[in-house]
């Protein structure tokens, strides 16, 4: 496979055209996601984590007469799904499927069909932050909550069992978060629990050339839910280089500023403890 795939690149020879020798893990392949104008992937791992990251998709599904597919992706503006007709004597014959057997008319189509819609409304906001010293505890105790806030998050499973500590000039609530875990018991008694919220984010550093994927980090038991100016992002390894600023890019709809933010933090607070 790396072979054909090499081979390609060759015979296309463009700048912007590469196979990817690195290894991936699930948070570099998020991050090329995320950057790409549109994904096009026949039906693996690829194509839900697409769908989960909004971006635009065409994914390749084999068709199997009379056989309904049940992990065809949601239906949406951004996602256009093609087919690759299965023989049923070849198939039962060799228990593959060709995924080859699809129309490139087809998929050039879907291609042009999602590139001239309009950027998806996400309102994005941009936040200045000050990078400040931690408690000292975040490595220990990521080391033993990432494995359990993986079972149903796994796209935070490469990040580094450290946090960026960042400090804003006024309050930040994270009001909608794109996941809230279960109560986890990671502690080693396993007899107190904890939630965790987490926000997709980029953080943008003068002395890095590219956007780093990232994820707020919201333990609430953390002493940092009572200063709603100060946040936790956990992120791959990165070379901070002595930074002390950087700058976060983030769904509008997902926070809140001000005053405000402090009232919602003390109102989650408050339901979170009610329902516990």
């Known amino acids: 496979m790396t072979s054909n795939t090499q081979h390609l690149e060759n015979a296309v020879s463009r700048d912007n055209v590469a196979v990817l020798h690195d290894g991936?893990?699930?948070e570099k392949v998020a991050g090329y996601i995320r950057r790409a104008r549109a994904v096009v992937s026949v039906d693996t791992a690829i194509v839900h984590m697409a769908v989960g990251l909004k971006a635009k998709l065409v994914a390749i599904y084999p068709l199997i007469a009379?056989?309904?597919?049940?992990?065809?992706?949601?239906r949406s503006p951004f996602t256009q799904v093609i087919y690759s007709e299965q023989h049923p004597d070849t198939l039962r014959r060799t228990g593959k499927k060709n995924m080859d057997v699809f129309s490139l008319t087809s998929l050039m189509?879907?291609?042009?069909?999602?590139?001239?819609?309009?950027?998806?409304a996400k309102n994005s906001m941009s936040l200045n932050a000050r990078i400040i010293p931690g408690l000292g505890v975040a490595t220990g105790t990521l080391a033993?909550?990432?494995p359990l806030i993986c079972e149903k998050f796994p796209e935070v499973a490469g990040c580094y069992a450290g946090t960026i500590n960042l400090e804003f000039?006024?309050?930040?609530?994270?009001?909608?978060?794109?996941?809230?875990?279960a109560p986890l018991a990671w502690t080693p008694s396993g007899r107190t629990t904890e939630i965790f919220d987490l926000l997709r984010i980029e953080l943008e550093f003068s002395h890095l050339t590219e956007r780093i994927p990232a994820w707020l980090y919201i333990a609430h038991s953390s002493p940092h839910r009572r200063t709603?100016?100060?946040h936790e992002a956990i992120a791959p390894r990165i070379n901070l280089n002595g930074a002390t600023h950087c700058r976060l890019h983030l769904p509008?709809?997902?926070i809140?500023?001000?005053?405000?933010?402090?009232?919602?933090?003390e109102a989650i607070n408050l339901s979170l403890s009610s329902t516990q």
């Not at 809140?256 to 402090?262: A, H, I, K, N």
């Open 256 to 265: 809140v500023l001000g005053e405000s933010g402090t009232q919602a933090t």
């Open 144 to 146: 033993r909550q990432l």
């Open 252 to 254: 509008a709809e997902a």
């Open 66 to 74: 009379d056989q309904h597919n049940p992990w065809l992706p949601p």
């Open 169 to 181: 000039s006024i309050p930040v609530a994270v009001v909608r978060p794109d996941h809230r875990t």
């Open 109 to 120: 189509n879907a291609l042009q069909t999602l590139l001239t819609l309009p950027a998806e």
């Open 228 to 230: 709603p100016t100060i």
């Open 24 to 26: 991936l893990t699930p």
